[in-house]
């Protein structure tokens, strides 16, 4: 199983700010994942990692607002640009572990005020 | 894109009482996994179901997969208030993608 450590656990921001989320993982993996949880409801897939390549993005989510970094096999960052309330959410990062599922970071509380 | 639903999206029972949150989705599932999320806390991955029919338990929780492979249960007997969370059913596409139901959120009563 993996450990993932992502920090910080919560931060509340001004709007207009950006916050950089990072998550360490303590194994080498081929792709990281993001996540956003907004209050109440389900995950949804922000973008997938690849260590030297640029991230996959999902439909609704774009580089300039959630640009990712992905410097080595073990670590990931993620960046929400220019924030606003509708942006306040838990951000987790992932990776999976064929058979076992995926395993999480302990999430990034957000609010933007 | 695919979607995968869950009912309900909440339940209340009183210790004891059994629980179950059913998984549904309008295409063939290629497998089915079962995460639990604490309050405050991440998901947790509980178990995976690939083969139709299938049927798993983990002490008081049973899962199935369903003959179709369209639809999966989880059941829980007898609950505890540790039972307490959002319990998510989630599927791949492709090789990666994971796609999480929209959750059954269960709160336990003393």
């Known amino acids: 199983s993996a450990v993932i450590s992502q920090k910080p656990s919560r931060d509340i921001c001004q709007r ?5 989320i990072q998550c360490q993982v303590d194994s080498q993996v081929t792709m990281m994942f993001w996540y956003r949880q907004q209050p109440g409801q389900s995950l ?3 973008a997938t990692a690849n260590q030297g390549s640029e991230a996959t993005y999902e439909s609704g989510f774009v580089i300039d607002k ?8 073990t670590f990931s960052t993620l ?3 220019n924030m606003s ?12 572990d064929p058979g076992t599922g995926a395993f999480f970071g302990q999430g990034t509380r957000l609010t933007v005020v | 894109g695919q979607q995968v639903m869950q009912i309900p999206q909440y339940q209340h029972v009183q210790e004891g009482e059994d629980f179950t949150t ?9 497998n089915i996994q ?15 179901l690939v083969k139709s029919g299938e049927v798993k338990k983990q002490k008081r929780l049973t899962f199935q997969f369903g003959e179709a492979k369209k639809n999966s249960s989880l059941h829980i007997t007898a609950t505890q208030t ?27 009563l003393a």
Do not use: A, M
């Open chain 1, 79 to 81: 960046t929400v640009s």
């Open chain 2, 22 to 30: 059913y998984c549904n989705s309008s295409t063939t599932l290629s």
């Open chain 1, 16 to 20: 207009g700010t950006s916050l950089t």
């Open chain 1, 44 to 46: 949804t897939l922000i």
């Open chain 2, 34 to 48: 079962w995460y639990k999320q604490r309050p405050g806390g991440h998901p947790v991955f509980l178990i995976q």
């Open chain 1, 66 to 73: 959630f640009p990712i970094s992905r410097p080595n096999l």
């Open chain 1, 85 to 96: 309330p509708e942006d306040s959410s838990i951000y987790l990062c992932s990776v999976e």
């Open chain 2, 82 to 108: 540790t039972d307490v969370g959002t319990y998510f059913c989630v599927t791949t596409s492709g090789t990666y993608k994971y796609i999480f139901g929209t959750g059954t959120r269960l709160k336990v």
